[in-house]
């Protein structure tokens, strides 16, 4: 997901406006964003704020994970600014008359832990998840996150304690919510804020590192229909329920507050039917609400549940995101595996290997089957008077036209360079005898065009029975063949016949 850079192609307007800014203005104005963004969700951290530097949701820890991941180093400056402008105002925020010494420590200090942690856990992150499958990316990102939150709290706790804005045991006390809250943010909300920074990067012609295409790139397994606001109801649902009894029962009580995480269930269903894109944007704002709904609802016991419920909300979208792109990996693989890349047929082995099954099917309900080997005729020829282009565009076309012309029960299989097989259930020798002869009719009736250049294309056929008892499908194909030499060397663009195995021999009497 943050492999390569990209430019976003909606922006080719301004682009062009902001290009004749010199490059390290438009940077400039990044950060003068960021650091903004930064100050303003520290802000809205505070409103979930139950207890001094305990918050049910930091925003700007999500925002410095983002911030690292789409801009590298150059998101050092803003975060280390803003860090440190938010805790010069401590001393308004909290009442308290500390010294401004203190502040300016702590603020460097905090700039410090802070920034180093979420570059530190983005530089992971980028390192790990860049060219692997999703769900590779969505493990790591899940791995790197607690482990970059817990050094951002030990960092910008230390930082208070060392300064002297808070005291040793008041560290210890607040270091696991800390932790948590910042824990909360990043897994909630890396994702929009990386779209963000990334819209305003792209939006002043400087390089991305395409998370909001990748992110697109995950298309939804199913349709999205209902609508989306009617699967975001379904989520509101147990929240809803969870607040009201939270608030009946008063701020103490637990289990309740734990119907939050029946939400997952309809927020699986988004990440399954809407794709990547509006799922972080709904995991952003359920976290928001769930927040800002603990917050109103003061502290207690349900504080931490609700906490977990925004981290485990959004890891399983994350990982819902990540079970169809898993599928449609497989599938791909799959096809890479099972299909011949230029035809479109069954590779040999995926055609020997549905061939095993038709021969156990056939014997199972003693039905007939049958085995048409086909060959195009002067193929060298084609490939060294038109060349290997014309010779592929040849393969294709009679690929295709042999498909036209059998049923959907039938196998195409391309045996290796020109020469093809079709697998017919349900068919004897003559019915096998007379679909040969309407392949040789669809490929000879129409010449073949590239271009300015035409050909006329036959193919020599060989056609088998598979015998009833216990001849290998092995046996079947091998007489086939023979018959398919036969037609070529009388006279090629024909259909020959194999002859029947011979019987085998009576078993001994007594036996």
């Known amino acids: 997901m943050n492999g390569g850079t990209a430019r976003n192609p909606g922006s080719g307007g301004a682009g062009l406006r902001h290009r004749a800014l010199p ?14 963004l930064w100050i303003a969700s520290w802000r809205l951290g505070r409103i979930q704020e139950y207890a001094p530097h305990a918050s049910l949701w930091f925003p700007p820890a999500g925002l410095a994970f983002a911030s690292f991941v ?35 420590a702590a603020g460097v200090l905090f700039a410090l832990g802070h920034g180093l942690a979420y570059a530190l856990g983005a530089a992971a992150f980028r390192r790990w998840g ?75 012609d400087l ?16 349709g999205g229909r209902p609508s989306l606001l009617v699967k975001v109801a379904a989520c509101l649902v147990p929240l809803a329920g969870s607040f009201a009894l939270v608030v009946v029962g008063g701020p103490a009580i637990l289990s309740p507050s734990f119907l939050a995480f029946f939400a997952i269930v309809p927020l699986m269903w988004i990440a399954y039917t809407e794709g990547a894109l509006r799922t972080f944007w709904v995991v952003a704002a359920l976290s928001a609400l769930i927040a800002g709904a603990g917050a109103l609802l003061g502290p207690g016991d349900h504080t931490t549940a609700y906490q977990f419920a925004m981290i485990v909300l959004a890891g399983s979208a994350y990982f819902g995101l990540a079970v169809p792109a898993l599928y449609l990996d497989n599938q791909a693989l799959r096809r890479l595996a099972n299909t011949d890349a230029l035809t479109g047929a069954a590779s040999r082995p995926a055609f020997l290997e549905g061939a095993e099954r038709e021969v156990e099917r056939a014997r199972r309900f003693r039905t007939p089957l049958s085995l048409i080997v086909l060959d195009v005729d002067r193929f060298k020829e084609l490939n ?33 360079g020109d020469e093809f097989g079709v697998l017919l259930p349900m068919a004897d020798l003559a019915a096998a005898r007379e679909t040969a002869g309407r392949l040789a009719e669809a490929l000879r009736e129409t010449p073949v065009r590239r271009g300015s250049v035409e050909a006329r294309v036959t193919a020599s056929f060989g056609v088998a029975e598979l015998a009833p008892g216990a001849e290998r499908f092995e046996g079947a194909l091998e007489r086939a063949d023979r018959a398919l030499y036969e037609a070529k060397r009388a006279g090629r663009d024909r259909v020959a016949v194999a002859q029947a195995p011979p019987a085998p021999p009576p078993a001994p009497a007594g036996v």
């Open 384 to 416: 060294d008077g038109h060349g290997h282009l014309f010779g592929d565009a040849v393969l294709a076309e009679v690929s295709l036209r042999l498909v036209a012309t059998l049923r959907g029960s039938d196998l195409l299989g391309r045996l290796g």
């Open 70 to 104: 789409v801009l590298g180093a150059r998101a050092a400056p803003a975060i280390g600014l803003a860090a440190l402008l938010v805790t010069l105002d401590l001393g308004s925020v909290y009442g308290e008359a500390y010294p401004r010494w203190s502040l300016l």
């Open 207 to 222: 390089p991305v590192p395409g998370f909001s295409a990748a992110a697109a790139r995950l298309a939804p397994a199913a």
């Open 23 to 36: 490059r390290a203005v438009r940077q400039l104005i990044v950060q003068a964003a960021v650091a903004a």
């Open 130 to 204: 860049r060219d692997r499958p999703i769900p590779a990316v969505v493990i790591a990102f899940l791995l790197v996150a607690p482990l970059s939150a817990l050094l951002a709290a030990l960092g910008g706790g230390g930082a208070l304690a060392v300064a002297g804005v808070i005291s040793g045991p008041e560290l210890r006390t607040i270091l696991i919510p800390w932790w948590i809250g910042d824990f909360g943010g990043v897994v909630a909300l890396t994702p929009v804020f990386a779209l963000a920074i990334e819209r305003v990067a792209a939006a002043l």
